[in-house]
Nanobody, 125 residues
Framework: QVQLVESGGGLVQTGGSLRLSCAAS????????MGWFRQAPGKEREFIAA????????SYTDSARDRFAISRDKGKNTGYLQMDSLKPDDTALYYC??????????????????WGQGTQVTVSS
């Protein structure tokens, strides 16, 4: 079992930045990987980015590639999502997700077995 706790959300003005954190605890295998998703009111939960724990390799959805950066600190068992140049459209509940299984599609919700409770990001215009 893996437990995930997000933090770092809040209210920010357009153009501002936030860094979300996701602290993982429990049994993290060598194949551990983490993703970030978000869900705005009335919309589907969408993939943002993912990182493989073992080597730090990353993947992004096209819309996030220029403004968001995913990273991880293996020593702290914590993943991060740095978000810059935020826009009102980025307002959503942000979730981190994780899996101990390698080889799954990083952008698919069904690839992740563990989810955090979410942290709210609100961008004011």
């Amino acid at each position: 079992q893996v437990q995930l706790v997000e933090s770092g959300g809040g209210l920010v003005q357009t153009g501002g930045s936030l860094r979300l954190s996701c602290a993982a605890s429990g049994r993290l295998f060598i194949t551990f990987n983490m993703g970030w998703f978000r869900q705005a009111p009335g919309k589907e939960r969408e993939f943002i980015a993912a990182v493989k724990w073992i080597d730090g390799s990353t993947s992004y959805t096209d819309s996030a590639r220029d403004r968001f950066a995913i990273s991880r600190d293996k020593g702290k068992n914590t993943g991060y999502l740095q978000m810059d140049s935020l826009k009102p459209d980025d307002t959503a509940l942000y979730y981190c997700a994780a899996s101990n299984t390698a080889g799954r599609e990083a952008s698919a919700r069904y690839s992740y077995d563990y989810w955090g409770q979410g942290t709210q990001v609100t961008v004011s215009s």
